[in-house]
């Protein structure tokens, strides 16, 4: 009896019996401790015992999550505490918030008036036509309005996080900004209360409105607001003053593609307004359609038929008989004052007068001999000696095409780019009086000819330039370094693209009429380089100054010498050179022709000491011209532009020179035109009998 005891005793050496059913092993020899409460072996339910709770079912996840259980736990307070910032954010907001009644419906966006040099009123810009209603306009306007900025506007609540998402996805696959997250109530929001500026407090802000403005007014009447406020481009507000502005009629009547046109101005107004891009607005009305299929507004053959549709842009956008210059101040003036909410008085440099009749110039001249010789578009430019913009023609007829070619138009300026490839050689030691050779000639693989087909040997660089030699431009540019002709024309001013080959002595690079005058203006101020300006001041409604340009010159760009030996063979190429038809009777005058292949542009740029212009010739397609050099229409217009404009200016030398040498100065008088009966003028009869001829 004594062996069952022992046995036991061995066994619970070895193992040991949890309350559980679990086991553990406990080594041999090991001394058991003794259990306090109650006796090893007692069964469940038995008084005196204590009770041991299953840990619950939350308490388990926690352990077995417990990261994911301090994520939780922190998102939760966070959403509690963010919940009690949004609260009080609102609240402050909407205490904020004006009186609906004054800041949406009764306040209208700023009215731009654009003033010429002598406070001639060019044009009023901005929304004068009144409120128009939501239910007059097209429904294929509004369509096309909601299908490009907001498809959900009539399912959201003044944000919408499905089209957030949406937004956030499509940027990230493009990896840059193609879609935005803002709503039409959004923007309604940011428009009638906020500033432009780009903060967390004001996206905040933007939000709060949005809801606050969904609240206070139907969907129609958000939509109303918004379309008679958004800015449309060109200097308008709301969709009536664009549409009149664009197409020179009420918003009630616009076509399809004229309502997709307007829509699509909305994500970037200054990029796709047809006054800058015909071509990008076209593009971006086809975009605008095929959103409005998207949306199931309109079948893919409805969208086709539209696509093919004319746009039928305006020419005065009905008030203003001085589009092209308007336009730019348009484009230019959110530089000076950003997103201005009150009324505006711009002063320009304009001429009044001199536009005018340079806008009559071009279109006769296109009109006339221009359609004989196959020339449909042109472009005029004229600047005072200090850049300021007197007269901006970007084309024949801004009806048909609202395209400013003076400013926009990339073209190759031929021999017109002469100027600063002589200028190279004079600050490398060369005179106008050196001599060059005229001749066949190969350089570095390249083998210029004259446009004449003819060489001269020997010959000056006076009249070298004035004949516009090809080979010694060529050869001079060789001597000097591509490089440096580069360099010299981008310290006068040319900023478009340049490249460094020889054969940018000719003028292969393309540049714009604007710019290119503008490089020239350094001639005929003595060296000083210009920028090109059009607004001096800008004032709001109640005569505040908020913009003066103070800053005239950009410094000496060309020394005084070097400007002044440039006017001399200049000025030899308006007396007896390419450019002679610009001559302009009793003042001194200087510039170039340029003339590119196949005659598909013709230029001439000029100027006196009173003015710097500039007339570019030719097609926008590229296609030739009959035989148009920049010595033909070009300089007749230039000479036609420049005698209205020195119609009461007193002839002055231009700087660096001491006024022409006597037969040239003769040359440029009133009677130097040769006469239509074949006699001799009395000036060369006079001077042939003081030179015993």
């Not at 005891?5 to 040991?16: N, Q, V, W």
């Not at 310290?491 to 009429?513: C, W, Y």
């Amino acid at each position: 009896m004594q062996s069952a005891p022992t046995s036991l005793a061995f066994a619970c050496r070895e193992e040991r019996v949890t309350m559980h059913g679990a086991r553990r092993s406990v080594r041999p020899g090991a001394k058991m401790q003794r259990r306090s409460g109650p006796a090893f072996g007692t069964r469940r339910g038995v008084p005196g015992r204590r009770k041991r709770r299953r840990p619950s079912q939350l308490k388990r996840w926690v352990a077995r999550h417990p990261l994911l259980y301090r994520g939780i736990r922190f998102s939760l307070i966070a959403a509690i505490w963010g919940a009690i910032v949004l609260g009080l954010a609102v609240i402050y907001f909407i205490a904020r918030v004006p009186d609906p009644v004054i800041a949406a419906l009764d306040d209208r966006p700023p009215n731009v008036t654009v003033l010429a040099q002598d406070g001639t009123v060019l044009a009023e810009r901005g929304l004068r036509r009144g409120h128009v209603r939501l239910d007059v306009l097209p429904p294929y306007l509004v369509h096309a309005v909601l299908a490009t900025e907001d498809r959900r506007f009539y399912a959201h609540f003044g944000i919408d996080p499905l089209g957030l998402v949406r937004a956030s996805f499509r940027n990230a696959s493009a990896g840059t900004v193609v879609e935005g997250g803002s709503t039409i109530t959004q923007q309604l929001a940011k428009n009638l209360f906020l500033s432009p500026k780009r903060t967390i407090t004001r996206k905040l802000e933007e939000v709060v409105y949005a809801v606050w403005l969904e609240q206070r007014f139907s969907k129609d009447e958000i939509l109303e607001l918004y379309l008679n406020r958004v800015y449309f481009g060109g200097g308008t507000y709301g969709v009536e003053a664009a549409s009149r502005r664009y197409f020179g009629k009420s918003s009630r009547f616009v076509t399809l593609p004229q309502a997709a046109l307007l829509a699509g101005l909305l994500k970037a107004p200054s990029r796709y307004a047809p006054t800058r891009s015909v071509k990008l607005a076209s593009g971006r009305v086809d975009e605008v359609l095929e959103n409005m299929v998207q949306a199931g507004y309109l079948s893919p053959e409805q969208a086709r038929n539209a696509s093919q549709q004319p746009l039928k842009l305006s020419a005065k956008g009905d008030d203003t008989g001085y589009p092209y210059p308007v336009d730019w101040v348009a484009e230019l003036l959110p530089e000076f004052v950003g997103d201005n909410d009150g009324d505006l008085i711009v002063e320009t440099t304009i001429d009044a007068g001199l536009q005018r009749v340079s806008q009559q110039a071009l279109r006769r001249l296109l009109d006339g001999e221009g359609a004989e010789l196959a020339a449909g578009e042109g472009a005029v430019v004229v600047l005072d000696p200090l850049g300021g913009v007197k007269a901006l023609v970007g084309g024949r007829s801004y009806s048909t095409s609202p395209f400013d070619r003076a400013l926009k138009a990339l073209r190759q300026p031929g021999s017109a780019f002469k100027p600063f490839v002589y200028l190279a050689a004079l600050e490398s030691g060369y005179t106008p009086d050196s001599v060059a050779y005229d001749g066949p000639t190969t350089v570095a693989g390249w083998s210029p000819r004259n446009y004449t087909g003819l060489y001269q040997g020997e010959i000056s660089l006076r009249d070298s330039l004035a004949q516009s030699i090809n080979t010694v431009a060529a050869r001079l540019a060789a001597e000097v370094g591509p490089w440096r002709v580069v360099r010299t024309a981008r310290r006068l001013g040319i900023h478009s693209r340049l490249h460094d080959r020889l054969s940018i002595a000719l003028g292969t690079a393309e540049v714009t009429l604007l710019e290119l005058v503008g490089a020239y203006a350094p001639f005929a101020n003595g060296g000083q380089g210009v920028l090109p300006h059009i607004i001096t001041r800008v004032r709001s409604g109640d005569g505040a100054v908020l913009y003066e340009r103070r800053r005239s010159t950009t410094g000496q760009v060309v020394a005084l010498q070097f400007a002044g030996a440039m006017n001399d063979m200049m000025n030899a190429t308006v007396i007896r050179g390419t450019g002679k038809k610009a001559a302009i009777e009793g003042q001194v005058a200087a510039g170039k022709t340029g003339t590119t292949q196949s005659f598909r542009d013709a230029w001439f740029v000029g100027y006196t000491a009173h003015y710097v212009g500039g007339v570019w010739i030719g097609n926008d397609n590229g296609s030739r011209m009959r035989k148009v050099t920049g010595g033909t229409l070009p300089a007749k217009l230039w000479h036609d532009i420049m005698l209205y404009a020195h119609r009461d200016k007193t002839p002055l030398p231009l700087p660096g020179t001491r006024g022409p040498r006597l037969q040239d100065a003769v040359a440029a008088l009133p009677w130097h035109a040769p006469r239509s009966d074949g006699d001799t003028p009395l000036f060369q009869r006079v001077l042939g009998i003081f030179s015993g001829q």
